[in-house]
DNA sequence: GTCCAGGAGAGGC
DNA sequence: GCCTCTCATGGA
């Protein structure tokens, strides 16, 4: 039994195919099946909202989609003479950045590093369905993200069987810090934005980068900014008329231009390249 | 076969 | 501080 969830100018599909989860299934009927949590759901997309299976998943598909939070008003803060976002948020408006599990995102990114989305899709659900939990829900199977216990004491050969390359031993590492307790994640919550970086820094495989996808995705700060290959591109070819700008550069006009829903901008901006710049990955 | 990917760390200068 | 090299792997 389905629950309808009202959300105007929502895009299901676009919102879980977008580079900041990379598990969701798209079933052969086009709803979405994968875990949320621990949970597993079933999304489907509807006119002016969503319908969830099971029917009590609504509240954790709220929460999960971010469908609490009044869009319109990110929408409202991006600057208005900047054609080029503005044409990223006319592509998709119904993007949505998305709160992760602390964990499940830091593990996700922590083997993202030099891989396509498509790749690190792949080795996600492998690493889900060869070490978490399995869920079912009619005929629908999805497994939950490995906890780090389960992660840590799979060993760092397993992960590179998995696929993960020389990212192993960054993800096995962290697992064993949140297994023993030594570090925990949930101490990130109460940090300022750059205490959080710092915090998160402080993980082997985790730069910059990293940092700011799971400040972004995980911890729900929308003004982190993460740059990767992409943004890089979409600056360079379209805000800085073809010059290679220095990093330092770059994080300045960012924090200053975008403002407090950067990140939210970033998502926009980085979706709209992925996906309409078309295949040949050199000019628009 | 070649190029590249939601990077980071170590080493050299 | 900045530059360069290296780290696995598979999709395009």
């Not at 997309?45 to 999960?64: F, H, R, T």
């Not at 993960?164 to 919550?189: K, N, P, Q, T």
Request: charged content about 25%.
């Amino acid at each position: 039994m389905a629950s309808f969830l009202s959300a105007p100018n929502f895009e299901l599909a676009a919102t879980l195919d977008s580079g900041q989860v990379f598990h969701w299934q798209e079933e052969p009927d086009g709803a979405f099946s994968g875990c949320v949590g621990d949970r597993l759901l079933i999304l489907r997309q509807a006119a002016d909202g969503v319908l969830v299976e099971p029917a009590d998943g609504v509240e954790s598909a709220i929460s999960y989609l971010r469908l609490d939070q009044d869009h319109q008003a990110v929408l409202d803060s991006f600057p208005k003479e900047d054609a080029v976002l503005a044409a990223a948020v006319a592509y998709c408006p119904g993007l949505r950045i998305i709160r992760q599990p602390y964990w499940e995102c830091l593990a996700t990114f922590l083997t993202s590093s030099l891989k396509q989305v498509a790749h690190i899709r792949q080795i996600s659900l492998r690493v889900r369905r060869e070490l978490g939990e399995p869920r079912e829900l009619g005929a629908i199977q999805s497994s939950a993200f490995p906890t780090p216990s389960a992660v840590a004491e799979a060993g760092e050969s397993r992960l590179r069987e998995l696929g993960l390359g020389y990212r192993a031993g960054f993800v096995h590492r962290a697992a064993l810090l949140l297994a023993s307790g030594a570090m925990r994640l949930e101490d990130g919550e109460q940090l300022d934005d750059s205490e959080l970086l710092e915090f998160l820094l402080q993980f082997d495989g985790v730069g910059e980068k990293i940092a700011n996808c799971v400040r972004l995705f995980g911890y729900g700060r929308l003004g982190a900014f993460p740059v990767d290959v992409w943004i890089e591109r979409i600056f360079r070819e379209r805000y800085f008329e073809g010059r290679e700008v220095p990093r330092k550069e770059l994080a300045a006009f960012l924090v200053h231009h975008f403002g407090r829903y950067g990140g939210y901008a970033q998502q926009y901006l980085f979706h709209h390249a992925r996906t309409s710049w078309g295949k040949s990955r050199s000019r628009p």
